[in-house]
């Protein structure tokens, strides 16, 4: 029940496309859904986040989809550029024992060819 | 400012010896965590702390593994005895556990532990 789902493992777009990430979870108390790049020999950087009370949030190229129904979000690249190329996850947190505890996804490696 | 750093950035080391990693969190950054990542695979939790104390050691993959933190900065993640399994990145990420519904953690840059 702690786990978040994540698809597809690797991802090949053109520049220009979008770029579609899935993840999907179980646990109903998940309250924070973030989303971090990873570029090699990098830790992750947060990307962009969304809270279940919202059902759609952007940041520039980046955008966040949240169905809580379905108990699912994606992030979406839009325009997507060769300096996208990176790992991204997902990742879903739950407060506990004063603090966040963060779950992520197993990572999708996105290349965007030129 | 700086983010938080990691050491060493690479660690080779052989079948049963011990070793320790560091992490320097974001100053006046009062959460503090550990992960493994092996390779191609996701981020897998092993301990955080919130100051000083570890509320959360759930984990810690076997009695091998420890770690601690003193002063409300800087945190080592011992292991010993090391297997080949234990060859992964680990990662640390710092946070200010901030009252409120989101909570950034800003991650270090790892370090690679290569067990032969």
């Known amino acids: 029940q702690q786990q978040v789902k994540q698809s597809p493992q690797s991802l090949i777009v053109q520049k220009g496309g979008i770029s579609i990430i899935n993840c999907a979870y179980e646990?109903?108390?998940?309250?924070?859904f973030p989303w971090y790049q990873q570029f090699p020999g990098k830790g992750p950087a947060l990307l962009i986040a969304?809270?279940?009370?919202?059902s759609e949030k952007k940041e520039g190229r980046f955008t966040i989809s949240f169905n809580k129904s379905a108990k699912q979000f994606s992030l979406h690249i839009m325009d997507s550029q060769p300096g996208d190329s990176a790992t991204y996850f997902c990742?879903?947190?739950?407060?506990?024992?004063?603090?966040?505890?963060?779950?992520f996804g197993t990572g999708t490696r996105l290349k965007v060819l030129a | 400012g700086a983010g938080v750093s990691q050491s060493p950035s690479n660690k080779v080391t052989e079948k049963g010896k011990d070793v320790e990693l560091r992490c320097d969190p974001i100053?006046?950054?009062?959460?503090l965590y550990w992960y493994r990542q092996r390779l191609g695979q996701g981020l897998e939790f092993l301990i955080y702390f919130q100051g000083n104390s570890a509320p959360d050691k759930s984990g810690l993959p076997s009695d091998r593994f420890s770690a601690e933190r003193t002063g409300e900065s800087v945190s080592t993640l011992t292991i010993q005895r090391t297997q080949q399994e234990d060859s992964a990145v680990y990662l640390c990420a710092s946070s200010l556990a901030q009252r409120g519904w989101s909570d950034t953690q800003y991650f270090g840059p790892g370090t690679r532990l290569t067990v032969l």
């Open positions: 969304i809270r279940p009370d919202v």
């Open positions: 646990n109903t108390a998940f309250d924070y």
């Open positions: 100053s006046g950054h009062t959460a």
């Open positions: 990742a879903a947190s739950i407060r506990t024992s004063g603090t966040y505890k963060y779950i």
